[in-house]
């Protein structure tokens, strides 16, 4: 009997639920009965967003303009929400015909439309107070329309869009209006006024929703939202508030969690700045006792990535000093070595990091490399003898093994014994990484991103240069490209901004370029990528 009970109500239930959801949508008239019948203005314009989604679905745009003149008869005090809902319909509605190119109305009309549009807005302006949501809406969607016309108005109305932002935010418990404006600032690539609102949406909300997990909950959301801006000003938040309330065997973990979140990873979204900061203020609150081996570490690494190099350097000669027998020591010096002669411009001290390793029993990727790297430097200078030996030592230590590695080491050692130069491109690179008259050149005006860091034998990667040059009026600027050092398998020409690689061997491979125009270098860069 019980049983049968049960299969009745979950009939019933199926029932109701299909008559729920197979309903039709509502007709005007129930829906203006409904929107003169709303409590407030906040009510109404929440149905009138719904009745305005459903008309301009359909593309019924001069039917809802009829709509709402019926309305502003049969309740005045609707009147400021009714002329913006009409101003918006009228902007989807131009947008519609050029979509459609429906070039008659668009030109017969548009005129007209964009005149409502305009003249409503104003008026919702002007009656609406600065606590009321309606007057940022207006000003959001006038500055829309002029900034999608570029018209004169454009820089006007947006000053005037973000000026009503901040007496708004402080009058309202009800931000969210804050966060369309600036995710519509940030869609339109206004980056640094979207900045400005999502600081006044942020501040608001962590005023009105002050619990650590909410705060927290919201911050993850953003982020997983890819939202890195707003993730990150309410992490700020709520890492204040954490700081003030948990002891610091509780603080610790969550603060490592954090900075784990947001550093480098290939293919996710990342900031290795953001982490750095979280990074920086663990080391305040607990020295350097938080940092095991693997934090360490992976602070230096994502330093590295962020391209602080300076900071970087101090991080991994740490990492030197307090784990000595770490698995990581070897990669550590050699991209000691790496990063004090090409980006430091200290030649000294990065053949003390490579013979350091050049010097070692024990072969690997490493020792090689350090091996080839003391060659070159030697090679460079015209020190041909010393250059010959560290290339020959290569070979030896090498054996049938590292062939890549052989394979520079024998280009090199054939100019030597051909009596002919070092490499063009290694020549270029060398001089402005490392001459005090191309001291000037510091990285700034040229990028390398590599569409990944952390590869597998084998696996592709694409390295791409974006350079900066001066202005050069109406010419067309003509960059020549210097790649040089390991490039694996690429072969890339003066004329390739970006190639496809992939490498045979392990270890930590360096890749460095020059950029030329006709009149002269624009800069160096050099980027590294770790294999396994």
């Known amino acids: 009997m019980r049983k049968s009970k049960i299969l009745v109500l979950i009939s019933v239930f199926i029932l109701m639920n299909s008559l729920v959801f197979t309903q039709e949508p509502k007709k005007p008239d129930e829906l203006a009965l409904e929107i003169v019948a709303s409590q ?59 979509e459609k190119q429906a070039w008659d109305e668009y030109f017969n009309k548009g005129n007209d439309y964009r005149q409502d549009l305009t003249s409503g807005l104003d008026e919702v302006i002007k009656s609406a107070t600065a606590k009321d949501p309606l007057s940022v809406y207006a000003r959001l969607l006038l500055w829309q329309f002029h900034q999608d016309q570029q018209d004169v108005f454009a820089q006007d109305s947006l000053a005037d869009l973000t000026s009503s932002a901040k007496p708004y935010a402080e009058a309202t418990k009800d931000a969210v209006v804050l966060k369309v404006v600036a995710d519509k600032l940030q869609a339109y690539e206004q980056k640094s006024k979207a900045r400005e609102i999502y600081k006044l949406y942020i501040d608001n909300v962590v005023n009105v929703n002050s619990k650590e997990n909410e705060l927290k909950a919201m911050a993850a959301g953003f982020f997983k939202d890819g939202n890195l801006e707003l993730a990150e000003t309410v992490y700020d938040a709520y890492i204040e508030k954490i700081v003030k309330s948990r002891p610091k065997d509780d603080l610790i973990p969550e603060l490592v969690n954090l900075a ?55 991080v ?68 041909l003898e010393r250059a010959k030996a560290n290339y020959l030592k290569l070979k030896e230590k090498a054996g049938d093994e590292f062939k890549s590695s ?62 900066y040059p001066p202005e050069s009026g109406c010419l067309q600027v003509i960059l020549e490209y210097g790649w040089a050092l390991d490039l694996g398998k690429a072969a890339p020409t003066f004329e390739d901004s970006n190639f496809t690689s992939a490498y045979s061997e392990s270890g930590v491979k360096v890749i460095g370029l020059v950029v030329r125009t006709s009149a002269g270098i624009i800069d160096r860069s050099i980027d590294l990528i770790d294999v396994e």
């Open 40 to 98: 407030d203005n906040q009510q109404a314009f929440s149905l009138l967003k719904g009745a305005n989604e459903a008309f301009s679905k359909e593309g019924k745009f001069n039917e809802f303009s009829d709509f709402l003149k019926n309305l502003s008869l049969k309740k005045k005090s609707l009147e400021p929400v009714l002329r913006y809902f009409s101003s918006l319909s009228r902007y989807q509605q131009l947008k519609y015909l050029e």
């Open 260 to 314: 784990r979140e947001f550093v480098y990873k290939d293919g996710s979204l990342n900031d290795p700045g953001y982490a750095e900061k979280i990074f920086s203020r663990i080391e305040s609150l607990s020295s350097k006792s938080a940092f095991d081996e693997q934090l360490s570490y992976l602070r230096a690494y994502n330093l590295e990535r962020a391209r602080e190099f300076d900071k970087a350097k101090a």
């Open 316 to 383: 991994y000669l740490d990492f030197l000093s307090r784990f000595p027998n770490s698995p990581y020591y070897d990669k550590v010096n050699f991209k000691l070595g790496i990063i004090s002669a090409y980006v430091l411009r200290d030649v000294k001290e990065a053949r003390e990091f490579f013979q350091k390793l050049a010097g070692k029993e024990t072969v690997n990727s490493e020792v090689i490399s350090s091996l080839y790297q003391l060659g070159l430097l030697a090679q460079w200078e015209e020190d």
């Open 406 to 467: 052989l394979g520079l080491a024998e280009e090199r050692l054939k100019e030597i014994a051909e009596n002919k130069l070092l490499d063009n491109n290694i020549r270029s690179f060398l001089d402005v990484s490392l001459k005090d008259e191309y001291s000037t050149f510091n990285m700034s005006k040229l990028e390398l991103k590599s569409s990944a860091y952390n590869l597998k034998k084998g696996q592709e990667f694409t390295m791409t240069a974006t350079a």
